[in-house]
């Protein structure tokens, strides 16, 4: 715990301007980003007694050990910088509000030649249209099938229209109605992304126009007596207002409006959001998030505001919002809210009629998410802290191990020998921190020397980034410091890029508390020996070995044996288990691109679609590997220099074995009556025993 007056800057440094600030912990990592109108006053309330600070803001700053700021021109620049780091740094003690699911959208791919109606989600692509969020998938599709009737826009994904369009014959949609066909040219381009856009136009709310025009049109084919006609465009009358009726309408039809409602108790928030367009309630999301700060509940409809608006531009935010607090000050979020719609944003709390009655249905949805979290996390929270005390206990650590990494090896009978981590900080996974690795050491089957090579290599990096960071006193030991063979070690060893700047997340920059091995003694003893080698003296070591799911001290000759009911002997086999499973799925993947492996994946610079290119025509690898430099010359896309490394590396691999046929035990001949392999595609096995028959023996 540091005192925050061993980091307070000195007086007159601070300069009384706007900003935003970051508090950085020991191991510089970004913990919290505030902004303030004034930095020399904010910053100053955070270095006063610690017994007047809140609990939460004591935690925090006791557990920074520096505090850094940058100076803005104004309030908004500071509202913008401050969203952007806390994206950037993802600091644990501000406020971060996640979905409690991924919301399907509905989207129109404007971006297209060919505009496709779909569900999405995730993040938003640029020139793609979205409306929603809807609650459920299935409510997405009901809406598209009923409106398909009027617009009848593209559904069907790439591969499809392709084949559509090669083939010259429509799917079913375009048979029954539901599609113009563009894949056939029943309708131009042009005509289609008109339709594409009278969807869209209806979608957001003007509906009256086309179902004015289309009763027009129903009169006028009724009066000419083309009842058929007529009837068809009843039907589809019909089908829009039974559209339009699935959205309920709360407001006048020119009301474009977001509505926010904020449910919180000491500890937590819950946030509700109904979206309004055209009068008519469009989407409905929901966040809940704990307070790890001290915070009111205007900042807590300030932060929302970032999370809705912070990555959208134009009409996706509507001209109203209105909230049940306003920020504290409230003009430089209604400036930057303008400058993200291009026009005026009204920013305000519903004082009476309609407005003031939707924001109380949406404030009991918040209370309701509110209460219904906490009744499935209020177990959840108690479990965990339990789980962690006894591994505390059971270990005899000094505290909790609030960051727990656990390490497992996988391979199938000594090949493809990987080895996996995975963290969990507060007895929750942190996916984002998994890393993987390939045994470079040595090769074929040895548990304990693959355990001890990846405890060095996972903790080296570790010293690496310390040093780096100049955590180290002057003439300190650092062990076995990074050199240039440490690097090329490391170069291409795992699935994320490092990230250099200072506290943005870096690979293998903090160290747990606690590290878990799938194993017995022999593995528990190569990863603290691995650690005593680097002169790491303060994590903890154990191991949890399958058969008795005893867990294992180094240099104890007997294991501690938990209670079979104990939480904290759960959390270490879902630990484990993770592990595991994060390893085998990483090694099953390498071996299956070996086995899908063929000569021409050795040819450097040799891609797909020239591999492709190749097979298709000389039509199998075999009269591929009897061709001349000039005759694979003629390929499209082949030259001279990269023909004789293809021809280089066919000469350098042995033929394939005979294809058999395993049902008759006949050797498969060519279509040049010689036995040999069959003309698939590069790299796809003939034969060879089918690697689920060897499952069972992978470790």
């Not at 919301?103 to 779909?118: K, S």
């Not at 129903?218 to 058929?228: F, G």
Request: with cysteine; net charge neutral; charged share 30%.
């Amino acid at each position: 715990m540091a005192d925050p007056s061993s980091y307070r800057p000195r007086p007159g440094e601070i300069p009384d301007s706007p900003g935003v600030y970051r508090f950085r912990d020991e191991h510089r990592r970004v913990i919290y980003v505030g902004k303030a109108k004034s930095l020399r006053q904010r910053l100053a309330n955070y270095f006063q007694d610690l017994a007047n600070l809140h609990p939460r803001t004591r935690t925090m700053v006791t557990t920074a050990a520096s505090v850094e700021w940058t100076v803005v021109s104004t309030e908004v620049e500071a509202l913008q910088l401050e969203y952007s780091w806390i994206k950037e740094y993802d600091p644990r003690f501000n406020v971060k509000y996640r979905d409690d699911k991924s919301y399907p959208y509905l989207a129109v791919t404007m971006n297209e030649e060919f505009p496709r109606v779909q569900v999405m989600r995730g993040h938003k692509k640029k020139g793609v249209r979205y409306f929603g969020p809807y609650g459920h998938a299935w409510a997405i599709r009901d809406t598209v099938d009923l409106l398909l009737r009027v617009f009848p826009v593209r559904t069907c994904s790439a591969g499809v229209f392709r084949n559509a369009a090669r083939t010259g014959r429509p799917c079913l949609l375009g048979y029954i109605g539901k599609c113009s066909a563009p894949c056939v040219e029943r309708v131009s381009a042009e005509e289609h992304r008109e339709l594409a856009e009278e969807f869209c136009d209806f979608m957001a709310g003007r509906t009256g126009t086309y179902i004015r025009r289309l009763e027009q049109r129903m009169t006028e084919a009724a009066e000419e007596m083309e009842y058929e006609r007529a009837a068809r465009l009843r039907d589809d009358i019909g089908a829009l207002k039974k559209a339009m009726e699935k959205n309920a309408v709360v407001l006048a039809d020119a009301t474009d409006a977001d509505l926010i409602a904020v449910a919180e108790d000491e500890l937590e928030a819950a946030v509700q959001i109904f979206h309004v367009r055209g009068g008519r309630v469009r989407g409905q999301r929901g966040w809940v998030t704990d307070k790890v700060e001290e915070i009111t509940t205007g900042a807590l409809v300030e932060h929302a505001l970032q999370q809705l608006y912070g990555e959208e531009t134009g009409d996706a935010v509507p001209k109203e919002v209105l909230v049940p607090a306003l920020p504290d000050p409230v003009e430089p979020v209604q400036e930057w809210l303008a400058g993200r719609r291009g026009s005026q944003v009204s920013l305000r709390i519903p004082q009476r009629g309609d407005k003031k009655a939707l924001m109380e249905t949406v404030q009991r949805n918040a209370q309701q998410a509110l209460a219904l979290h906490k009744t499935k996390r209020a177990s959840d929270l108690t479990t965990r802290s339990r789980a962690l005390e006894e591994i505390a206990d059971a270990l005899g650590l000094d505290s909790a191990p609030l960051r727990i990494e656990c390490y497992d090896v996988s391979h199938l009978q000594g090949d493809d020998v990987v080895a996996s981590m995975v963290v969990f900080e507060d007895g929750l996974a942190r996916k984002s921190e998994y890393r993987r690795f390939q045994i470079k050491g040595f090769r074929g089957q040895d548990d304990v020397r693959s355990m001890h090579e990846v405890i060095t290599r996972r903790f080296r990096r570790y010293l690496a980034e310390k040093e780096r960071t100049g955590e180290w006193a002057d003439g300190e030991e650092t062990g076995d410091g990074p050199g240039e063979e440490l690097k090329d070690e490391l170069k291409g060893e795992f699935k994320d890029g490092l990230k250099d700047e200072e506290g943005r997340p870096r690979r293998f920059a903090y160290p747990p508390q606690l590290v878990v091995v799938d194993g017995g003694r022999p593995q528990v003893a190569a990863a603290q020996r691995a650690l005593d080698e680097l002169g790491i003296d303060d994590i903890a070591v154990c191991g949890l070995a399958k058969r008795l799911e005893e867990v294992w001290l180094p240099a104890e000759d007997d294991p501690v044996v938990l209670p079979r009911t104990s939480e904290g002997l759960y959390l270490l086999q879902r630990v484990r288990d993770e592990a595991h499973r994060f390893a085998i799925t990483y090694q099953r993947s390498k071996r299956a691109k070996r086995f899908r492996a063929g000569p021409l994946d050795e040819v450097p610079g040799l891609g797909e679609t020239r591999k492709q290119a190749l097979i298709k025509h000389f039509g199998s690898v075999k009269k591929l590997r009897s061709a001349t430099i000039d005759q694979i010359c003629e390929v499209p896309g082949i030259g001279r220099k990269t023909a004789e490394t293809v021809a280089a590396a066919l000469a350098r691999a042995a033929p394939a074995a005979p294809a058999v046929n395993t049902a008759t035990g006949e050797i498969m001949e060519d279509e040049d009556g010689a036995p040999g392999t069959t003309a698939g595609a590069p790299g796809e096995p003939v034969t060879a025993g089918a690697p689920d028959e060897r499952r069972g023996q992978e470790r």
